[in-house]
């Protein structure tokens, strides 16, 4: 009698410790499990009958996945104040290598489901910064004007516990029109039916205006790429890095010292390329963009 009394006082204390380690939870955990073919439960189920607790456990183990639940995307509807720099490298006669920054400010409409997001971006100033004061590019009002809304699809992933913004490979045109955007070269005849005169000015293609060492108009047509890589995104702001690459053709010029096609190419320093978005309320114009830019953006340079 002893001994059954014994025994059964053991297996009352473990059952008790059983219990209390059971009903640790003081990490308060939470996993999502995914089926993964022999569902644990299932396992559990069919192995009841044999009390094989330590194989219920390791199928268990074995069967199912653990799903990290991320955060859920930020919510970016609404308008946005945009920036947008191209660093490049260009090669002019008689001057030599310049370094340039197409600095573009845009607004920009945003809807979005989920991580799919739409937008319409209007261009409202573009700025030719440049490392050589003997020359200035202007971007007339007209060019600027004349550049049509754009519409795009764009997408928020999630990479290393944070969300980004992205942009896949979009081509524009400006003053021709062309039928394969990414293989059609560029005409370099003013006569070629493919020019436009965009900016309604009275000459064909696109004009640009050129200070200083070489002063005069530029008629160009131009076709270009942007693709803004994930960096990161919130409710109020979003960045990241540009690659691009643009091309250009003079078709014409004021003068015939200004009819050239000097080689460009992106700055080989990735970062010197990048994007910023700031939220806006929806009433401000591209002119408050422009007028308010060192405002929104008070870690750049104009």
């Given at each position: ?7 059964i ?14 009903c ?8 999502d ?20 607790v330590?194989?219920?456990?390791s ?6 996945d653990?799903?990290v ?5 930020p ?6 104040a ?7 490298i260009?090669?002019?006669p ?26 319409a971006?209007?261009?409202?100033e ?6 050589n ?10 060019f ?24 896949p ?14 293989n059609?070269?560029?005409p ?13 000015d009275?000459h ?75 939220k ?6 591209c ?16």
């Amino acid at each position: 009698m002893k001994f059954i009394s014994k025994l059964i006082s053991y297996m009352i204390l473990t059952f008790s410790l059983i219990l209390v380690s059971g009903c640790d939870d003081s990490e308060n955990k939470t996993y999502d499990w995914v089926d993964s073919g022999n569902d644990a439960g299932e396992d559990t189920g069919s192995d009841a009958g044999t009390d094989n607790v330590n194989n219920d456990i390791s199928d268990a183990g074995d069967d199912a996945d653990i799903i990290v639940v991320q955060d859920p995307p930020p919510n970016i509807e609404g308008t946005w104040a945009y920036l947008n720099i191209r660093a490049s490298i260009i090669n002019y006669p008689m001057i030599g290598l310049v370094n340039n920054r197409i600095i573009s400010l845009l607004k920009y409409e945003i809807t979005q489901d989920g991580t799919s997001i739409n937008s319409a971006e209007t261009v409202c100033e573009i700025i030719v910064d440049s490392s050589n004061d003997s020359i200035t590019t202007i971007m007339p009002d007209a060019f600027v004007t004349s550049m049509p809304e754009e519409i795009r699809e764009n997408t928020l992933s999630y990479t290393d516990g944070n969300w980004g913004y992205s942009q896949p490979k979009y081509w524009t045109t400006q003053g021709v029109v062309l039928t394969d955007v990414e293989n059609e070269e560029l005409p370099g005849d003013p006569e070629d039916p493919r020019v436009v005169d965009q900016d309604e000015d009275g000459h064909p293609g696109m004009t640009v205006r050129l200070t200083g060492s070489l002063s005069g108009e530029l008629y160009v047509v131009q076709k270009g790429w942007t693709v803004l890589e994930p960096g990161s995104a919130n409710e109020t702001e979003m960045e990241g890095l540009v690659t691009w690459a643009d091309y250009q053709v003079t078709v014409d010029a004021s003068t015939p010292v200004l009819k050239i096609n000097p080689e460009t190419n992106p700055n080989p320093d990735p970062e010197e390329s990048y994007y910023k978005f700031v939220k806006i309320t929806a009433d401000y114009s591209c002119q408050d963009i422009s007028d308010q830019k060192e405002t929104l953006f008070p870690l750049e340079t104009f």
